[in-house]
């Protein structure tokens, strides 16, 4: 495993970070729902290979996916580096309408009395009294980004979180907690190899502020895992079902990704999945690799992407087999 700083801080993440949406299931991932005993061995795999660095939300099955590690980190809390979000909200106290899913209201408010309180519910929830990292799940531009920044750096001084970041933003978001004195460590945005416009148009500011870059999104929710997920269905409200991959030309032009891609996999003796994780690499020097995992087999494959050095001529093939199919915002 290779490990780097979070942004200024002093905080060692491993590049790779363990995704849990997929823990919190409902409606949006509806093929399994993930046990206590199954977070508990998807830690005990992350531990063998390396990777301390967890991300979660609280709106990640509306609690659940928080609850499931906390009862899963019990006895390991400082085994790890854990990473939870605020600004999405189900409690009914005000802020914008996000979205309604699961019988929840849920919104989005960035509010300091929100933003407090979002982190209080975490730590309630995942049994810990601090959080290593907080990230403003959606930036909100209804309300002062100085109240917001406020709210974190309180947080900061009283010891229940380390750092904090930003999510689907965009570079003048990161510029405006700058200004107000904003010691944002991480940006997580979406990022794949069908839709990179927006993660390049971020690198530059990242890099002049010390940001670590977390992709989320890299593997596309498995439609670039391999040309057997492209066969799968899944019901109306889940996730991957309202992915542009799921339309049949944009399919059969990741058909013929995947085939373009198979002497590649062959030559650098690796899956899919870790030839494109190890091109979203390839693109950034401080990226963070966010993956969501529920399977042990899927930490130690994604592992591999680490020993991948793709050639220039490899990566420039492999972005030429998807370009007819690339789309520049992808709003999950």
Not at 19 to 32: E, H, I, K, N, Q
Not at 113 to 130: F, G, I, N, P
Not at 184 to 201: D, K, M, N, T, Y
Request: aromatic content about 10%.
């Amino acid at each position: 495993m290779r490990y780097q700083k979070l942004g200024n801080t002093d905080i060692d993440v491993s590049v790779i970070a363990l995704g849990t949406w997929g823990l919190g299931g409902g409606s949006v991932w509806t093929d399994r729902d993930s046990t206590v005993e199954d977070t508990r061995n998807l830690l005990d795999s992350c531990r063998e290979y390396g990777i301390n660095y967890i991300d979660t939300a609280p709106v990640y099955g509306t609690g659940a996916s928080e609850e499931l590690l906390g009862r899963a980190l019990k006895g390991r809390r400082q085994d790890f580096i854990l990473q939870s979000k605020c600004s999405l909200n189900w409690r009914n106290e005000g802020g914008n309408f996000h979205y309604e899913r699961d019988g929840y209201t849920v919104n989005n408010d960035t509010r300091a009395a929100a933003v407090k309180k979002d982190v209080e519910d975490s730590l309630r929830r995942m049994q810990t009294d601090y959080l290593d990292s907080v990230i403003v799940h959606y930036v909100c531009g209804s309300f002062p980004v100085e109240e917001t920044v406020g709210a974190l750096e309180d947080l900061v001084r009283e010891g229940k979180i380390r750092t904090y970041g930003l999510s689907n933003s965009q570079p003048a978001d990161l510029a405006a907690y700058r200004r107000v004195g904003g010691k944002v460590s991480v940006v997580q945005e979406f990022f794949s190899i069908l839709s990179p416009f927006h993660g390049r148009e971020y690198f530059e500011m990242c890099r002049k502020n010390n940001t670590v870059f977390q992709t989320y999104g890299v593997l596309e929710e498995g439609f670039l895992t391999s040309p057997a997920f492209l066969d799968k269905e899944f019901a109306k409200t889940d996730i991957r079902s309202r992915l542009p991959w799921v339309a049949p030309e944009k399919k059969e032009g990741l058909r013929r990704a995947f085939a373009l891609w198979a002497p590649m996999c062959e030559e650098y003796h690796c899956s899919y999945a870790a030839l494109v994780e190890a091109w979203a690499l390839s693109q950034y020097d401080r990226m963070s690799l966010l993956v969501g995992m529920r399977r042990a087999l899927s930490v130690e494959d994604t592992a591999k992407c680490l020993d991948i050095r793709l050639k220039a001529e490899d990566i420039k093939r492999m972005e030429e087999a998807v370009k007819a199919i690339q789309v520049a915002v992808l709003d999950k």
